[in-house]
């Protein structure tokens, strides 16, 4: 693109004008893209970085009038996610290191409480109504959401979130009664 098309961009631009936007986007999204992917070696990232670069542009829009060189300046904003990529990789990699160099501690007392805890939800959820369990199970177990079981059953939604809503309540009220004893 040649500098003064550039310029005329930029102007009409920070003016809100989606077409001069395009062509910019055109011009020099894919040397952007190239340029990233030649860093991180991840064509996926690359692509979402540039994505974000440019709507930042768009975001900014306003001051792209005071942009000498719209390159340098789509360039600098590259080279600064860049640099995130990395800090914040070397930061994932720390922090991975140090949850490896951690022993995993095998504590059988919170197994068997799970296991029981486990067992009273059980007991709690079979005593409640017909109704109320199948919702539930099916909100619960089945990952199905409200409209999906109003649907299945032939039942309103509202309905279905009340019968929801009750079983919760009724596994609050058994779990607050198990903590109770618990630190007793």
Known sequence: MDKQLEIECLTNLSEG???SYELLFLAYHPKIYHFLCGFIKDEEEAYDMTQE???KVWMNREMMKEVKSFKA???TMARHM????YEHSLVKEKYTLSQLDQPEIYEPEQDM???DLSLLIDLV???MPEQRQRVFKMSRKDGF????IASRLNINKRTVENHISNALSDLRKALQHVSFLFFI
């Open 53 to 55: 670069i440019f709507y």
């Open 73 to 75: 300046y789509l360039f």
């Open 17 to 19: 004008d989606h077409r």
């Open 125 to 127: 959820i079979s005593q």
């Open 113 to 115: 409480f799970a296991k």
């Open 82 to 85: 860049i640099y995130n990529y």
């Open 145 to 148: 959401s409200s409209d999906e």
